[in-house]
């Protein structure tokens, strides 16, 4: 798999069937539950840190810090390696419609569309139930945009 070529299942096109393929989706809604914890606690970390530097005055804007510094976090970390640190940890990555990494456009939107729905209790269920139902275990996010989180190959 190289970042370069946008090339992670060579020679064909799509995500992973699946059924016929099913080790590219085996305990993903599990390792993503682990992954959201590790990188929530990273992000925690950075907001403290955040807060430290700006003499605690960070903390009468904690809110938007904190939305600021986990969007930044997702966004660049999915650009730059189709997965966040907890995501890697876990051994899962971010997948396009096409088998292939996200662009930096895609990378974006599924961040600030997944903000969105943690912000709100009606579509994090719905995730965490698509998550835990569908074939792929794609959240909302990911049938939104057509994308899918697949164990690394």
Not at 134 to 144: F, K
Request: no cysteine.
């Amino acid at each position: 798999m190289t970042m370069m070529s946008r090339t992670v299942f060579p020679g064909r096109t799509g995500l992973p069937d699946p059924e016929d393929e099913a080790e590219f989706y085996a305990d993903v809604p599990l390792k993503r539950l682990i992954a959201w914890i590790v990188d929530t606690v990273l992000i925690a970390i950075l907001v403290v840190l955040g807060v430290v530097l700006t003499l605690f005055t960070g903390l009468f804007f904690l809110p938007v810090l904190w939305l600021t510094v986990s969007l930044v976090y997702r966004g660049l970390t999915i650009i730059r390696f189709s997965a966040t640190p907890g995501m890697r940890l876990m051994g899962i990555e971010l997948m396009d419609k096409d088998g292939a990494p996200l662009s930096p456009i895609e990378a974006w939107a599924h961040t600030g569309i997944y903000a969105m729905s943690v912000a709100f209790v009606f579509p994090q269920l719905i995730s965490l139930a698509t998550m835990a139902a569908a074939p792929r275990g794609q959240s909302l996010t990911d049938m939104l945009l057509g994308t899918a989180m697949v164990n690394r190959s």
